[in-house]
T-cell receptor, first 112, second 118 residues
Framework: DGGITQSPKYLFRKEGQNVTLSCEQN?????MYWYRQDPGQGLRLIYY???????QKGDIAEGYSVSREKKESFPLTVTSAQKNPTAFYLC???????????FGPGTRLTVT | AQKVTQAQTEISVVEKEDVTLDCVYE???????LFWYKQPPSGELVFLIR??????QNEISGRYSWNFQKSTSSFNFTITASQVVDSAVYFC???????????????FGAGTQVVVTP
């Protein structure tokens, strides 16, 4: 089955620790995206990548970092510099410009 | 500035009632794309529809229908004869062709929670 996988589904960390969220897709899509969702709010774009070894900041990139070494993978690191890291993180991919984005199941990160 | 406005925070209906979700967008581009997504309690967003700015035809897919009106910058979504499985948060989103990104960043509204009770 083609799709996007994110792991783990739930993640707990102590304040001050960096944490990396996984996102893998086997849809052969060029573009990948990371969004953050806070309770009762829409999604906000963190980072996106249109091609391997290239990525751009989204609207709320501070405190986050990404890499795109393979077409299939787009991991997101939440650093200790992110002031409010507790949120629901969603990864997405798309095949064509302005095409529909397909989303993974998400990772709920809780930092205490 | 908010580019996509979903003014309805929550809508509650009884099964079999129709429900209409409002979406108003703002853009200066002449070419843009509008989307609707569904987010069930599991959390994963499910793509429902994509519409480009040059296609104002309304669309119907089963119990779902969409009304796109450029004159009022609206892209409303109606669920006919609602069912309990329709309970979810629904998001409207905008992608601008000339918004500085050739691939199109999605800008989401805040979402509308639909609650369908038996």
């Amino acid at each position: 089955d083609g799709g996007i996988t994110q792991s783990p589904k739930y993640l707990f960390r102590k304040e001050g620790q960096n944490v990396t969220l996984s996102c893998e897709q086997n849809l052969n899509h060029d573009a990948m995206y990371w969004y953050r969702q806070d309770p009762g709010q829409g999604l906000r774009l963190i980072y996106y990548s249109q091609i391997v070894n290239d990525f751009q900041k989204g609207d709320i990139a501070e405190g986050y970092s990404v890499s795109r070494e393979k077409k299939e993978s787009f991991p997101l690191t939440v650093t200790s510099a992110q002031k409010n890291p507790t949120a629901f993180y969603l990864c997405a991919s798309s095949m064509v410009p302005h095409g529909e984005q397909y989303f993974g199941p998400g990772t709920r990160l809780t930092v205490t | 500035a908010q580019k996509v406005t979903q003014a309805q925070t929550e809508i509650s209906v009884v099964e079999k009632e129709d429900v209409t979700l409002d979406c108003v967008y703002e853009t200066r581009d002449t070419t843009y794309y509008l989307f609707w997504y569904k987010q069930p309690p599991s959390g994963e967003l499910v793509f429902l529809i994509r519409r480009n700015s040059f296609d104002e035809q309304n669309e119907i897919s089963g119990r779902y229908s969409w009304n796109f009106q450029k004159s009022t910058s609206s892209f409303n979504f109606t669920i006919t004869a609602s069912q309990v499985v329709d309970s979810a948060v629904y998001f409207c989103a905008l992608s601008e062709a000339m918004g500085g990104d050739s691939w199109g960043k999605l800008q989401f509204g805040a979402g509308t929670q639909v609650v369908v009770t038996p």
